[in-house]
């Protein structure tokens, strides 16, 4: 059962990221059309969509459709004119500092699957006609707000707290702004992950979390300068304050959220 409730968690991010999006006006109703017609091995397409998972889609959502904190890649023009990569490809080397996109550190193979992904997400939504999908925001509005007290109570008050760091939440967000934030706040602004690495015997690095997975620990250290390290073989510690936030991802019920969100709308 906890696992049926993890993945109507995750869900229910991805809901939230593509209502936000839906929400953002967009230049034009249907995808511009890619210059160079390009066409990927579904093998390909499938890890490209699993890399993306991990690395982008927290700014752009899993299905590449975007959120408040980054573009509808469908919809874009320097996507539309990408061929095999020759454009997005050294974006994501480089990143865009200024507008809050980081540089990724990621081997060509990894670069040309997540490219192919793009591609693939851009022919459906030109199949779909640039639709989106709709939500109910009203469906958000069904929870009870005494349970998602006794909720905040048993698991998130060691963190937060209702006359503190909390106080007006529900003011300053209402609805699905304040969901998407309780159930990803990775936003601009937020705190990155701290970590230390013992890069060698007499080495201790200290820096902030750009990326990491099974194989790979992306730094920027003290000095601003971007280190990577075999997550497989490299001693390593993080320092999360929002990791307690994806935890719960896997300990939510559809009720809970509801339920909480409910509660969160009440302090004023």
């Known amino acids: 059962m906890k696992r049926i409730f993890w993945i109507s968690a995750v869900a229910l991010v991805a809901m939230t990221c593509i209502v936000a999006a839906q929400q953002r006006p967009t230049a034009a109703g249907v995808p511009p059309p890619t210059v160079t017609p390009q066409t990927y091995p579904a093998a ?14 927290f ?10 904190t980054g573009p509808d890649l469908t919809r874009s023009v320097f996507v539309a004119q990408d061929l095999r990569g020759d454009k997005i490809g050294p974006l994501i080397k480089a990143g865009r500092p200024e507008k809050g996109m980081p540089a990724i550190d990621l081997s060509d193979a990894e670069i040309a699957a997540v490219v192919a992904y793009i591609h693939d ?23 009870n707000a ?12 060691s963190c937060h707290s209702a006359t503190g760091d909390l106080k007006g939440v529900g003011t300053r967000f209402q609805g699905l702004a304040l969901l998407q934030r309780m159930l990803n706040p990775t936003g601009r602004g937020a705190t990155p992950a701290k970590v230390t690495v013992q890069a060698s015997p007499s080495e201790i690095v200290l820096g902030s979390l750009v990326s990491r997975d099974e194989f790979t ?13 075999d997550a497989r073989t490299t001693k390593f510690s993080v320092e999360d304050k929002l990791a307690a ?10 009720a809970d959220m509801h339920n909480v969100l409910a509660y969160l709308q009440t302090l004023k």
């Open 121 to 143: 997400q851009k022919v459906k939504m030109n199949a779909e006609n640039g639709s989106r999908r709709n939500v109910e925001l009203s469906q958000l509005q069904t929870g």
């Open 59 to 68: 700014c752009h959502a899993r299905d590449t459709l975007g959120t408040d």
């Open 146 to 157: 005494e349970a998602g007290t006794r909720y905040f109570a048993a698991n998130c008050a």
């Open 245 to 254: 936030h994806f935890e719960q991802l896997g300990k939510y019920t559809d």
């Open 44 to 57: 390909q397409v499938r890890a490209g969509e699993q890399r993306f998972a991990a690395q982008c889609a």
């Open 217 to 229: 620990l992306v730094v920027n250290d003290a000095a601003g300068m971007r280190r990577s390290f």
